[in-house]
């Protein structure tokens, strides 16, 4: 598990956007709230166009000391001079990445909600693990939802930190602050009037609500 008392914020961007502008509202995002790590997670396959994005939104990131990770592209973590790679598909790539990145790049697995998929991710070298989503979220698997449980389980029985991802709502993060060390936002802040202010009240709730992590420090 992390060793921060409360759940930290995994920011993921939208899969399009306005270059020109989104690198000034994410500075300000960022600056609203602490992030500790930020997904390049583009539906775009043009290598070109994933580096002009990635060389736009690198500096906004590493001025905030926040690690920049990229969705999928495994090969071009190093070329963009990213920090590691978020792979959608469970352990498939987790061991090919971290021969090909090396021990100090970040590689992260989404388990979508296999219990199996997370372990077997894990001793493949994973660093994360993301299960979700935890609720309703088109965006985000098949439908089905990782259940409340499956993060206690993991919380209580295995060391490498874990992203509750998708459906996320103030209620729910108050659930399952106890047993998850990360919560990855995406839709829920972009979608909002407001995404700076958004942001700022999901870290509030997790800053507030009562941690499992808390009771073992006292």
Known sequence: MSDALHPQIYLVTPDRFELSRFADRLGAVLDAAP??????ALASRDVGEIGRVADALRPVAHARDVALVIADHLQLVQPLGLDGVHLPDGAARVRAARTLLGGDAIVGAACGVSRHAGLTAGEAGADYIAFGPVSAAPELGDGAEAPAALFAWWSEMIELPVIAEGGLTLARIGALAGVVDFFALGPEIWDSADAADTLSAFH???????????????
């Open 35 to 40: 992030v500790a790590c930020l997904r390049l």
């Open 204 to 218: 509030s709730a997790m800053s507030e609500a009562p941690t499992e992590r808390g009771a073992e420090t006292t």
